[in-house]
């Protein structure tokens, strides 16, 4: 059973960095491709980011393009994701989401995804 738990979250200000983490405590992430989501209060949950189970292709919505970055370290069942230069409007709770032997091609269609992780709570202040 894949059971993914989100970390990292946390409250910064305008223009600065954080780090999730989504991890697979029990069994390897190595055939799974791994999307983040958020969702905002009032918004529907959006896809913003997604790595194939190889770690070949990365996949990336235009409004975090250049600012966040996805990576895996399978050593450690962990897909990460770097978020730079945060905004205000990337207030939102963050999911990972775990897709077998996915490769990222319909990332942002949640019905692509078989597991869940219970999300993490980022808030960026101006």
């Known amino acids: 059973q894949v059971q993914l738990v989100e970390s990292g979250g946390g409250s910064v200000q305008f223009g600065g960095s954080l780090r999730l983490s989504c991890a697979n405590s029990?069994?390897?992430?190595?055939?799974?491709?791994v999307g983040w989501f958020r969702q905002a209060p009032g918004k529907e949950r959006e896809g913003i980011s997604c790595?194939?189970?190889?770690?070949?292709?990365?996949v990336y919505t235009d409004s975090v393009k250049g600012r966040f970055t996805i990576s895996r370290d399978n050593s450690k069942n962990t897909v990460y994701l770097q978020m730079n230069s945060l905004k205000p409007e990337d207030t939102a709770v963050y999911y990972c989401?775990?897709?077998?032997?996915?490769?990222?091609?319909?990332?942002?269609?949640?019905?692509?995804?078989?597991?869940w992780g219970q999300g993490t709570q980022v808030t960026v202040s101006s």
């Open positions: 029990q069994y390897t992430l190595d055939y799974y491709a």
């Open positions: 989401a775990a897709d077998l032997f996915g490769e990222c091609g319909h990332y942002t269609d949640a019905s692509e995804y078989d597991y």
């Open positions: 790595i194939s189970h190889s770690g070949d292709s990365t």
